[in-house]
């Protein structure tokens, strides 16, 4: 007797579509975030290249803000470990990483998807100055006098705030884990019969 083809169900099919369909929506509405930090990173690069000159520096509020055009061969915040080939190399590698973990993570709470796609933009943007320049234009200059922070750019402003963000959501997950810990009731020890009668029976 031949056998009856199994019947799909629609319905589930169907499901399983929209709920793919959601996870992948929540995916691009958050790589918006990254595209803004790319699109916003290098538009003030261009700017202050254009009308700035090397080492050109303005004040914007008093002492305390200024604009100052440098190229950095390092890593964020001028810190040099290594050749610009490495930075590359490690930019290159960290943001495919990055972008993975955030795919991953797409159905992870806001924040945590918020924290990778503001260090992916962030990362990206100084890759494409990298790859355009060999170097990584930087101009925005804080401190008072000559204490000042190492000049920075938009994008490691992003990196900056991803990873703090990042650490708090961290660091709030494991509170309310040890919380939810916490929060269990005690299972009290069952004593054998034998053992709870004797110790309740007084000598006679």
Not at 24 to 53: C, M, P, R
Not at 143 to 159: E, K, L, Q, T
């Amino acid at each position: 007797m031949p056998r009856c083809a199994s019947i799909a169900n629609p319905t589930k099919k169907k499901t399983t579509a929209n709920k793919f369909n959601r996870q992948e929506g929540f995916l691009l509405k958050i790589l918006f975030v990254t595209f803004f930090i790319i699109v916003f990173d290098q538009a003030t690069k261009l700017i202050i290249k254009s009308q700035f000159y090397l080492t050109e520096s303005v004040k914007v509020f008093g002492d305390f803000v200024r604009l100052t055009y440098i190229e950095n061969p390092g890593m964020a915040f001028g810190i040099k470990i290594a050749g610009p080939w490495f930075f590359t190399l490690f930019s290159i590698i960290a943001s495919i990483i990055i972008f993975i973990y955030l795919y991953r993570m797409r159905r992870e709470a806001l924040l945590s998807r918020l924290s990778l796609a503001l260090i992916l933009g962030g990362a990206i943007g100084n890759l494409i100055d990298r790859f355009l320049y060999g170097r990584v234009v930087d101009f925005i200059d804080i401190g008072v006098g000559h204490n000042r922070w190492p000049i920075f750019n938009i994008a490691d402003s992003a990196v900056t705030l991803g990873m703090v963000l990042l650490i708090s959501v961290i660091i709030f997950e494991k509170d309310e884990q040890h919380k939810d810990q916490s929060e269990l009731p005690v299972k009290k020890k069952e004593l054998p019969e034998s053992e709870e009668r004797d110790i309740w029976e007084m000598p006679e």
